[in-house]
């Protein structure tokens, strides 16, 4: 077993790295320091030591609900994307945060397991899905889960069941804690039957929604009862721009990046969405988009 210094030592330090390399929408300006951790007792050696240097740090997965700054980040970006381990343990799987959902859905149909064909067409990874306990409007990730360890501040690693976690819809609830591995309970089942679940769910978010332009997924989360695209769209917001960013005329949950987009427009732009809900509905819209805050001065390196 290696020290914990000797783990965090085996992680290169970047500088610089441009945050909208590793964003689904694209956006986002460069990281004073960028680490990719690739197996999780480095991840949490590296935490713990980020944590005890004092330098502020920030979790990025597949980066498919963040909405990075344009002046970048001071301090630590750690990404957990290079976290790629998937395992096989009967029918369980065992993952690491950096799996990608996309990888995961389409290991657990080639295994004939079934339980997370819901997360077909989501985009981002693992642990990004389990801080946001992603899914569908009435299903999340969470539901699958029978264990997952997490590092927590101060250093400590443990293993925690879902009822210790307490995930909510559209939110897992971690706190600050960083999930370092999970394993998901799944049935077997046939693996055509599952293939043909798959290709229905993604049917229906090709039809619905726009899969292929860059975007967070959906922007806002549902009210009780209602859905925020419907009313994003009844209150007449299809369509509308600012910069290089634009609500979907497909689903008005999605802010798409026509190109050359900027926080600043994302931003700008989701402002305008929740006013005119508001000002129409009396609604106010909760963020599903997670807004990381512009630094007082851009990072220059
Ligand atoms: N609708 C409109 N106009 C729109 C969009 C939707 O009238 O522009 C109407 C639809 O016609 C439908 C209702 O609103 O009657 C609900 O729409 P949809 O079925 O597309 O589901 P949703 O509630 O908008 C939720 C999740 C999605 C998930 C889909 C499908 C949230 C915030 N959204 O969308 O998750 O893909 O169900 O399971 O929970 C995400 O969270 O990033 C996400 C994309």
């Not at 004092?54 to 002046?71: H, K, S």
Request: proline share 7%.
């Amino acid at each position: 077993m290696h020290s914990p210094a000797a783990s965090a030592d085996r992680v290169p330090l970047l500088r610089g790295v441009a945050l909208a390399a590793h964003t689904t929408l694209k956006i986002g300006g460069p990281a004073e320091f960028f680490y990719a951790p690739q197996r999780p007792e480095d991840l949490a050696a590296l935490l713990t030591r980020l944590e005890s240097a004092g330098t502020p740090c920030r979790l990025l997965g597949g980066g498919a609900n963040t909405l990075a700054p344009d002046g970048g980040v001071w301090g630590a970006v750690v990404h957990t994307g290079a976290l790629r381990g998937l395992f096989r343990e009967g029918n369980r799987l065992r993952a690491w945060p950096g799996v990608t959902l996309p990888q995961l859905v389409r290991a657990a149909c080639d295994a004939g397991l079934g339980g997370v064909e819901k997360l077909i067409g989501v985009p981002g990874q693992i642990g990004g899905a389990l801080a946001m306990n992603a899914g569908s409007s009435e299903w999340g990730i969470w539901d699958a889960v029978e264990e997952v360890t997490l590092w927590e501040p101060g250093g400590g690693m443990r293993a925690f069941r879902p009822e210790e976690i307490g995930p909510r819809y559209r939110d897992g609830n971690l706190r600050g804690r960083v999930v370092l591995e999970c394993a998901l309970r799944l049935r077997p089942e046939e693996p055509a039957a599952l293939k043909a679940r798959q290709d229905e769910f993604l049917r229906r978010k090709n039809a619905t929604q726009p899969v292929t332009l860059s975007s967070a997924g959906c922007a806002f989360k549902n009210p009780p009862g209602d859905s925020a695209g419907r009313l994003v769209d009844a209150a007449g917001m299809k369509g509308a721009r600012e910069g290089g960013a634009k609500i979907s005329p497909l689903h008005a949950n999605f802010i798409v990046n026509c190109g050359g987009a900027s926080a600043a427009d994302v931003r700008a732009l989701a402002t305008r969405a929740e006013e005119a809900v508001a000002a129409r509905f009396g609604v106010r819209l909760e963020r599903e988009l997670v807004l990381w805050p512009e630094p007082a001065r851009p990072v220059s390196l």
